[in-house]
């Protein structure tokens, strides 16, 4: 059972020390090589003798990593000086060959450089091969430790089924707990204790009182506003609380619970061992409430968007109890461990002590299975693809199957190292993925609502913008957090880690460019910044500057747009610049890729090109009213690569703007969003003509989308087959309109002629056939068969 206070503070000295990491390699230590060759004969010697305890291994391995470092500094240092003087060197010229001569001063010159040539590159190749030394030593000291540890992981102990040792393992827990009172008892009356106690009595109060306010009342208050806020849409600042309300659900307790053990410290109640026992304190309060933390996150609604409402509710419900039993049989299992710091107790005693504990997580663990089970059942129902998510539960719900079941079997059998190990690191591996989901969930809600502050009044929901950089900045942060962590969880040191961030620091080399991780980490990270700061001023300029200006919709979408390029742009350039990034070693690379990318990218590049122009010379911009060859319809979004164009039927037609600029387009409302409406009619022939026009006129009159200057006309078009064919004109305030204005006078049209006694005339057409015989052939009748003659029924 590994404890879960070595993974805290392991993650947070491994998030500090890759903060520093990049810097520490840069600066230059210094290297002595005389107490480097001291210490590594010391640790060839402890190597091939292989007695020494793992902390010894680990307390010497720690010395050869610091030497190791320093002297890859003093290598990056030294390498940099030889480059510099064979720079010099070069810049000579070349040198004379034999019989020939060159100037004394330059002959002069490049002799002291091959010496100073010489004086670096002699201790640079010790310190390479201190360098080789010293990581030939770490590996064999860490084979040495993992050896160690597999043995104890398989270590065979005796069967906790076994009733022999049971009185041995209650004996021990009842003198280890006597042992801690009794200290504490003959400690609290020393006097000086009881004199200090008595002097710190106000603090030691303040302390208890202030942490059971926090753990009781604040508690009780954060989670029943953060609650009330589960289904609501809320404002930034509201986001901003909420987001405060569900770490605070685990932060403040935690911050009682360290007042108290502050409380308990001050009034110095225990002595060296029970201050033992308070170490597992912490741990415990990690598993108590960030069980909480996890129950309390989880939905209260269906997020799945289907019928089975009730059916999660009550999924929701029972993983609750799930969680919260799993932290406080955890938080029992660092109780144990705190009781057996110090404790020397044998190995069959430990098995049969956590034996209990096994067999509830074993059971925990199944029934999260069966819970992860039903979840998976219900993303099934969702007509939508859910190919991950259900992929993910079900590796999860197998893992927790075979982690319940075969933790209880092995420890069953005398496995106790393993099927704790087992169990306990499943269980912190749930907590680990569940929290770094529900982070995810928490932070993602935040951006969306944030990012929909950078949104153009008329945009439609689905073009609004999603956050997705942030949604994936955020993952990949909480992937490289979470890799550490499980690795720990699962067995491996806080040096492993450490050692692996030192060589991938090293980075790769690329010419005379070396690329490192913390390079690119320092290249992500202000890229991100430039990219915030960029979308921030986007805001800025939509919702407080651009809004108190006359300039138009259209311009203020293309200036923000065209700001947002300019800034992502200058965002990347900082970035390589700060990261240090030398890519003039890749320029002939990349001339050399361009000529072949060129070729392939050219439709790319000219749609680029033409949407830069778009947004400069905006012949089109979002809103307007235009016809692309076969498609008509509204303008919705403009990008550097293509147009969308939403039809009046509703379809998104996505054009290249390569076409709006090469191709004919015919824009409605690009100068002015007037247009003309026409609207033909036909009436009987008969009809006065005079009144016809007077009462269509009266009907452009009367309509509030025509306007009365250009006054409405109308037009006699011409003599039809059926009918007097007259067209009403008019200019409409809004093109936008004309479909929903020529029905509107079409129905006052066929009122008013109707009143008036106008006809609309239909076409009617009669039929005459000169020659139907030929049509319609005249068809013989069949000849009657003569009727058979009946004799008369006789007389009777």
């Known amino acids: 059972m590994r404890p879960m206070l070595k993974v805290i503070f392991a993650t947070i000295g491994l998030l500090f020390f890759l903060s520093i990491a990049g810097v520490a390699q840069i600066i230059p230590g210094s290297f002595d090589v005389d107490t480097f060759n001291q210490l590594a004969t010391r640790a060839e010697n402890v190597v091939e003798v292989g007695r020494a305890s793992t902390e010894s291994l680990e307390k010497l391995r720690a010395d050869l990593v610091v030497h190791r470092t320093d002297a890859l500094a003093s290598q990056k240092m030294r390498t940099g000086r030889v480059a510099a ?24 010159r490049r002799a002291e450089l091959a010496l100073q040539l010489d004086d670096v590159r002699a201790p640079l190749a010790i310190e390479k091969e201190a360098y080789l030394r010293a990581s030939g030593l770490i590996n064999e000291i860490d084979k040495t430790i993992r050896e160690r540890k597999a043995s104890a992981m398989l270590n065979l102990n005796r069967s906790p089924l076994d009733p022999t040792i049971w009185p041995l393992a209650v004996a021990s827990i009842k003198h280890r707990v006597s042992q801690i009172a009794d200290k504490a008892r003959v400690h609290s009356s020393n006097k000086v204790v009881v004199k200090l106690r008595k002097q710190n009595g106000l603090g030691i109060l303040f302390l208890v009182v202030s942490g059971l306010f926090f753990m009781v009342p604040a508690v009780y208050w954060i989670g029943r506003n953060l609650a009330a806020t589960e289904n609501k849409q809320l404002s930034v600042i509201d986001n901003i609380k909420r987001l405060s309300f569900s770490f605070g659900v685990f932060i403040v307790p935690m911050l009682g619970l360290a007042l108290l053990l502050a409380a308990v410290d001050l009034a110095d109640v225990f002595s060296v061992r029970g201050e033992l026992l308070l170490q597992s304190i912490p741990m415990m309060g990690v598993s108590v409430f960030g069980a909480n933390w996890l129950a309390r996150n989880l939905p209260e609604r269906n997020i ?15 993983g609750r109890r799930v969680i ?21 107790w044998s190995d069959d005693v430990m098995s049969v002590l956590r034996f209990p504990l096994i067999i509830l997580l074993g059971a925990g663990l199944f029934f999260g299975g069966h819970k992860i089970k039903k979840f998976r059942d219900l993303l099934n129902l969702e007509d939508r693809d859910k190919n991950i998510p259900e992929r993910m539960a079900t590796i999860f719900m197998w893992a927790c199957y075979i982690a319940g079941a075969g933790g209880v079997v092995l420890s069953i059998f005398g496995y106790s190292n393993a099927a704790a190990t087992l169990v306990f690191a499943m269980v912190q591996t749930l907590a680990l993925t569940g929290a770094a989901f529900i982070i995810y969930a928490i932070f993602v809600r935040f951006f969306s609502n944030f990012s929909n502050l950078n949104i153009a009044p008329d945009q439609k929901d689905e073009d609004r ?11 990949f942060a909480l992937f490289c957090i979470s890799i550490p962590i499980l690795a720990i969880i699962w067995g491996a040191r ?27 980490l320092i290249f992500l990270l202000v890229f991100f910044i430039g990219y915030t700061i960029t979308k921030l001023l986007q805001t800025v300029l939509r919702t407080m500057v651009f809004p108190s200006t006359r300039i138009e919709s259209g311009a203020q979408n293309a200036l923000v747009t065209g700001f947002g390029y300019v800034g992502v742009f200058f965002a990347g350039l900082v970035a390589v610049t700060t990261a240090g990034l030398d890519l003039s070693g890749l320029a002939i690379v990349a001339g050399a890729l361009s000529v072949g990318i060129g070729f392939g990218l050219q439709t790319i590049v000219s749609n680029f090109v033409s949407g830069i122009i778009l947004l400069i010379e905006r012949p089109v911009k979002i809103g307007d009213w235009v016809e692309i060859g076969a498609y008509m319809g509204t303008v919705r979004k403009i990008s550097v690569r293509s147009t969308s164009i939403e039809t009046f039927d509703g379809a998104d037609v996505i054009v290249p703007n390569s076409d709006l600029i090469a191709g004919t387009v015919t824009n409605y409302t690009h100068g002015n969003i007037r247009g003309r409406l026409k609207v033909p009619i036909g009436v009987a022939y008969g009809t006065d003509t005079d009144l016809v026009k007077e009462v269509l006129l009266s009907i452009a009159d009367e309509h509030p989308m025509i306007l009365k200057n250009p006054k409405p006309a109308v037009m006699f078009i011409g003599f039809g087959a059926d009918s007097m064919d007259f067209q009403l004109r008019g200019i409409l305030r809004d093109v936008n309109y004309v479909v929903r204005a020529a029905s509107d006078i079409n129905f006052e049209i066929v009122k008013q002629f109707k009143v008036n006694g106008i006809e609309i005339p239909f076409a009617q057409r009669d039929v005459m056939i000169k020659n139907p015989e030929d049509f319609f052939p005249k068809v013989a009748k069949p000849a009657r068969k003569p009727r058979a003659k009946t004799r008369p029924k006789p007389k009777t």
């Open 85 to 108: 003087i064979e720079r010099q060197v070069t810049a000579l010229g070349e040198a004379p060959t034999e019989g020939q001569t060159e100037v004394e001063e330059i002959a002069l």
């Open 304 to 318: 799945l968007n289907n019928d089975e409402a009730d059916t999660f509710a009550r999924l929701i419900s029972g």
């Open 324 to 344: 919260l039993a799993l932290g406080v049989v955890m938080a029992l299992g660092y109780l144990l461990i705190g009781l057996s710091n110090g404790a020397n």
């Open 465 to 475: 913008p999603s956050g997705g950089i942030y949604k994936m900045g955020l993952a």
């Open 494 to 520: 806080i040096t492993d880690i450490s050692d692996m961030w030192f060589q991938m620091n090293r980075g790769v080399s690329m010419g005379d460019t070396r690329i490192s991780i913390s390079d690119f």
